[in-house]
């Protein structure tokens, strides 16, 4: 599960095309440039999948730097934002302090008073996520990357409020054109199959709920807890 920016920028590379005239001199070390229109674009369409609320206590799942956490804090209100990852290269306070500085000042809103950011640092067993204590999990570009899915899984199910859902936006392999592999060459990881990943899903207690097959570029599933 050790994601990197990297990584997280393969995942987005339709999209983050668009975002070409945001500032290119960025304050923070890890982590992307996007202006409001791009983050807008971007974003607004998984937000509004996710059935996202105020209220909401949300966590990105190998989160990397942040960034595209903090860029959807931009577009929601009153959330607590538990930013997750096991790669304290790019998961840092201070590097994230500056993000949601540069965002907030791009927004125009004091991000810091709208929502709560959380970060957490976890491992390839457990997030440290706090139990029963969220209503949407996103993990992007994370799955396949898993170096124990299950025991990962049965962790995020323990994570979920029980009206929780998690959503998955992942490379498949077979899936638009993807190879068994994953492309980027610094992972190069296999690919699960969309009826192997639904099975592993199913097997750690998930309930498939919705599912888009084309978010820009890659689908992605939403899950409840499967009812015992």
């Not at 339709?14 to 971007?42: D, R, W, Y």
């Not at 059935?51 to 209100?77: H, Q, R």
């Not at 209503?135 to 049965?154: C, G, K, Q, S």
């Amino acid at each position: 599960m050790n994601l990197t920016s990297t990584l997280r920028f393969v995942s987005f590379a339709g999209i983050l095309v668009v975002s070409a005239c945001s500032p290119k001199v960025k304050p923070f070390a890890h982590g992307a440039t996007m202006n409001q229109k791009a983050i807008e674009k971007t974003f607004s369409p998984i937000l509004t999948f996710m059935e996202m609320k105020p209220g909401f206590a949300f966590a990105d799942v190998g989160a990397a730097s942040g960034d595209f956490a903090v860029m959807m804090a931009t577009l929601i209100d009153s959330t607590t934002v538990y930013i997750q990852d096991i790669d304290t290269t790019v998961l840092k306070q201070d590097n994230l302090d500056k993000i949601i500085d540069y965002y907030s000042a791009q927004c125009g809103h004091a991000l810091r008073f709208k929502h709560t950011f959380v970060l957490v640092i976890g491992d390839t067993l457990q997030t440290n996520l706090p139990d029963a204590a969220l209503d949407r999990i996103y993990t992007n570009a994370t799955f396949h990357v898993f170096d124990d899915p299950e025991a990962i899984l049965a962790d995020l199910h323990k994570k979920l409020k029980p009206t929780g859902m998690i959503f998955i936006r992942d490379s498949f392999s077979g899936d638009h054109e993807e190879g068994a592999f994953c492309s980027d060459a610094s992972c190069a990881k296999p690919l699960y199959t969309i009826p192997q990943f639904l099975s592993v899903m199913k097997r750690n207690g998930f309930m498939l709920v919705k599912e888009n097959p084309d978010m820009s570029g890659y689908p992605v599933y939403g899950f409840a807890r499967a009812v015992e």
